[in-house]
């Protein structure tokens, strides 16, 4: 059984940072990305970054510019977000979410497992 289990949301001032893991569990790491995602209340889900588990390899929304940075621990598996110079516009509910391909994707229908999501709240 696949289970994601995301950890690290909060509340921060802006500019400040969240750093958020995401701990996983039954899947094959030969074919496998890692991916974040959020969603703000009454809007669309949107991509924020994904990962390819074995190469490493990252990709990014393009709207991040460089605050963010997604990371894996292969001994833990763990995937990670580190969020700087947070903005208002950052507060969503941010999920991470597991696809059996190495190749990377910005699409939520191309994921098959989702944690539960954890609130980041950012204030001005």
């Known amino acids: 059984q696949v289970q994601l289990v995301e950890s690290g949301g909060g509340s921060v001032q802006t500019g400040g940072s969240l750093s958020l893991s995401c701990t996983w569990s039954?899947?094959?790491?030969?074919?496998?990305?890692m991916g974040w995602f959020r969603q703000a209340s009454g809007k669309e889900r949107e991509f924020v970054a994904a990962?390819?588990?074995?190469?490493?390899?990252?990709t990014y929304a393009s709207f991040l510019k460089g605050r963010f940075t997604i990371s894996r621990d292969i001994a833990k598996n763990t995937v990670y977000l580190q969020m700087n110079k947070l903005k208002p516009e950052d507060t969503a509910v941010y999920s991470c979410?597991?696809?059996?391909?190495?190749?990377?994707?910005?699409?939520?229908?191309?994921?098959?497992?989702w944690g539960p999501g954890t609130q980041v709240t950012v204030s001005s």
């Open positions: 979410a597991s696809r059996g391909s190495g190749r990377l994707s910005g699409q939520p229908g191309d994921y098959d497992y």
């Open positions: 039954g899947r094959t790491v030969s074919s496998l990305s």
């Open positions: 990962i390819s588990w074995v190469s490493g390899t990252p």
